[in-house]
């Protein structure tokens, strides 16, 4: 067996039904500019073949996006893509992604509710088109972490992504491959350990009332 068939049979298996016995889910939301990997990212991770709502982009928008950064960029999302990551027999991670574009930014807070937590995926390329995400998350009170898509581009200082992005220093920022599934995976990894981090204060606040 080659290991084109060896890898294909590996995904194949990876890529299995919902066990009977998964009665948790959490919810992930990634965000972020336009065309800076969000498809991409949900399509490398999820373990089921993902839920994809992309449209060919025709000359009727292209005075509404703008594609002078993305040129190769043929197809984007119009309402959301989802996927989904088993985590152990009772626990599972549903993934979202966001629709980039301004036009859809109505969409977001909607995806925002009931979120554990949340990526911000940055093309430093394009680091201004990560604000209004930051904002948002931060307008919501959702615990979230940057990750710096390699588009192949200049590196950057994490201390440069940070001044620019005005990030507070609790915010883990992170490079990765979108379309690595290791690399994505391991965003996720970072984010889930970030919410539990931030949420672990505030649990032993309640214990502590609790045993009072």
């Known amino acids: 067996m080659d290991s084109a068939t060896s890898e294909a049979a590996v995904e194949a298996a990876a890529r299995t039904p919902l066990g009977a016995t998964a009665d948790n889910g959490l919810k992930i939301v990634v965000v972020g500019g336009f065309g800076v990997g969000k498809t ?17 982009m025709t000359q009727a928008g292209e005075h509404i996006d703008d594609i002078s ?11 959301f893509d989802f996927g989904r990551i ?23 807070d909607r995806l925002f509710s009931g979120t554990l937590g949340a990526v911000v995926l940055v093309d430093t390329r394009r680091i201004d088109d990560s604000w209004y995400a930051i904002d948002r998350l931060e307008h919501h009170g959702t615990p979230f972490i940057v990750a710096c898509n390699d588009f192949g581009g200049p590196t950057y200082a994490p201390s440069r992504i940070r001044d620019a992005l005005d990030l507070d220093p609790q915010v883990p920022l992170v490079d990765c491959d ?29 214990e502590q009332e609790l045993t009072r």
Do not use: C, M
């Open 86 to 108: 088993t985590l152990d027999a009772r626990n599972v991670l549903y993934l979202f992604g966001a629709p980039g574009q301004e036009r859809f930014w109505f969409l977001w």
């Open 40 to 56: 991409t990212l949900v399509r490398s991770v999820s373990e089921i073949r993902p839920l994809n709502t992309e449209e060919t």
């Open 69 to 79: 950064e993305v040129r190769g960029k043929t197809a984007t999302t119009v309402a």
């Open 178 to 206: 979108a379309r690595s599934r290791a690399s994505g995976k391991q965003v996720l990894i970072t984010l889930v350990e970030h919410v539990r981090n931030t949420y672990a204060p505030q649990a032993s606040l309640r």
